[in-house]
């Protein structure tokens, strides 16, 4: 995601929702840039979010051809009512807790009109979720367990629809109104994406507060190399393998625009700090190290 300021990002997620800072590094294509990610305890694959931060850049134009809303999971029914009070309370910007595909839903934005939701994960059944911060502002009880479902709305949803499924090998589960569910592997929130149809608006124009793409979990460079043979046959634009030094990871544009990323689940963020460290100093890889100095020089000092 892009947010427009590196101090109120930290504040908001890990003092109002309570996530660890797992990794402070910086974009690897844009060393001025800093790069955030946030997640459970540990940093377990599929609990992740991650920010850009870009000071300069304007607000997200919101339109079709984005990823449009991201989930994140809460333990109960119980629990979003818990975070609708803490959102009244602290002022954030959310609306009336709903249901989608039988599960209850909070949904809220950011301080940069990031669109995310909250699920329940009551009555969810597969993926399970990760371990929650103990050392985090928010009780354990309710604390957030990792990603849920992925909203992606497209102008043409057949041509992402084929991507899901003949090419990821989603499977489609449930329609609701205009939204199609799509699960893959063990199924529940931690492995669905909801596509919608949006013909009528303009493309979005991404800024502050966009979802710049989305990672799918792979287990390993084996398995990675396999799905770059397999995007190599679809024609789709991609990276081909990138070493991001914590995961390797492959990118793909599909038709409607939308940026996906096949991620390896390690070598993970412990990589080079210890686990009960994490996020504490500015983390860079082993082939930027040598620059660090100069890195540190550029970036906005953070006091957090």
Same mark, same amino acid.
């Given at each position: 995601?892009?947010?427009?300021?590196?101090?109120?990002?930290?504040?908001?997620?890990?003092? *109002?929702?309570?996530?660890?800072?797992?990794?402070?590094?910086?974009?690897?294509?844009?060393?001025?840039?800093?790069?955030?990610?946030?997640?459970?305890?540990?940093?377990?694959?599929?609990?992740?979010?991650?920010?850009?931060?870009?000071?300069?850049?304007?607000?997200?134009?919101?339109?079709?051809?984005?990823?449009?809303?991201?989930?994140?999971?809460?333990?109960?029914?119980q629990s979003l009512e818990f975070w609708s009070h803490r959102f009244v309370e602290l002022d954030v910007t959310h609306h009336e807790i709903t249901s989608l595909f039988g599960h209850? *839903?909070?949904?809220?934005?950011?301080?940069?009109?990031?669109?995310?939701?909250?699920?329940s994960d009551e009555k969810d059944k597969g993926v399970a979720g990760g371990i929650p911060w103990t050392g985090g502002t928010v009780p354990v009880e309710h604390a957030i367990l990792?990603?849920?479902?992925?909203?992606?709305?497209?102008?043409?949803?057949?041509?992402?629809?084929?991507?899901? /499924?003949?090419?990821?090998?989603?499977?489609?589960?449930?329609?609701?109104?205009?939204?199609?569910?799509? /699960?893959?592997?063990?199924?529940?929130?931690?492995?669905?994406?909801?596509?919608?149809?949006?013909?009528?608006?303009?493309?979005?124009?991404?800024?502050?507060?966009?979802?710049?793409?989305?990672?799918?979990?792979v287990v390993d460079r084996t398995a990675l190399d396999e799905w770059i043979r397999v995007i190599e046959q679809t024609g789709l634009p991609n990276s081909g393998a990138v070493d991001?030094?914590?995961?390797?990871?492959?990118?793909?544009?599909?038709?409607?625009?939308?940026?996906?990323?096949?991620?390896?689940?390690?070598?993970?963020?412990?990589? +080079? /700090?210890?686990? +009960?460290?994490?996020?504490?100093?500015?983390?860079?890889?082993?082939?930027?190290?040598?620059?660090?100095?100069?890195?540190?020089?550029?970036?906005?000092?953070?006091?957090?």
């Amino acid at each position: 995601m892009v947010t427009s300021d590196a101090k109120k990002n930290i504040a908001f997620y890990t003092q *109002v929702l309570g996530m660890r800072l797992v990794k402070k590094t910086v974009n690897q294509d844009d060393l001025s840039v800093y790069h955030f990610y946030y997640a459970d305890t540990k940093g377990t694959p599929g609990t992740t979010l991650t920010f850009f931060d870009f000071p300069n850049t304007s607000a997200t134009r919101k339109g079709t051809n984005s990823i449009s809303r991201v989930s994140l999971r809460v333990p109960s029914d119980q629990s979003l009512e818990f975070w609708s009070h803490r959102f009244v309370e602290l002022d954030v910007t959310h609306h009336e807790i709903t249901s989608l595909f039988g599960h209850k *839903v909070l949904e809220f934005e950011d301080f940069d009109g990031t669109p995310l939701r909250l699920v329940s994960d009551e009555k969810d059944k597969g993926v399970a979720g990760g371990i929650p911060w103990t050392g985090g502002t928010v009780p354990v009880e309710h604390a957030i367990l990792g990603l849920g479902p992925v909203t992606l709305t497209v102008s043409r949803p057949e041509l992402v629809r084929a991507f899901l /499924e003949k090419v990821l090998h989603l499977r489609e589960t449930a329609r609701e109104n205009d939204k199609i569910l799509f /699960e893959t592997g063990e199924g529940g929130h931690g492995a669905q994406v909801i596509l919608q149809e949006d013909s009528v608006h303009a493309p979005e124009l991404p800024g502050y507060g966009s979802v710049h793409h989305l990672a799918f979990r792979v287990v390993d460079r084996t398995a990675l190399d396999e799905w770059i043979r397999v995007i190599e046959q679809t024609g789709l634009p991609n990276s081909g393998a990138v070493d991001r030094f914590y995961f390797q990871s492959l990118y793909v544009r599909e038709y409607n625009g939308i940026l996906f990323e096949f991620a390896t689940d390690g070598p993970g963020f412990a990589t +080079d /700090e210890d686990e +009960d460290k994490l996020g504490e100093r500015l983390a860079l890889p082993s082939f930027l190290e040598g620059r660090r100095a100069l890195i540190e020089k550029q970036l906005k000092p953070l006091d957090d």
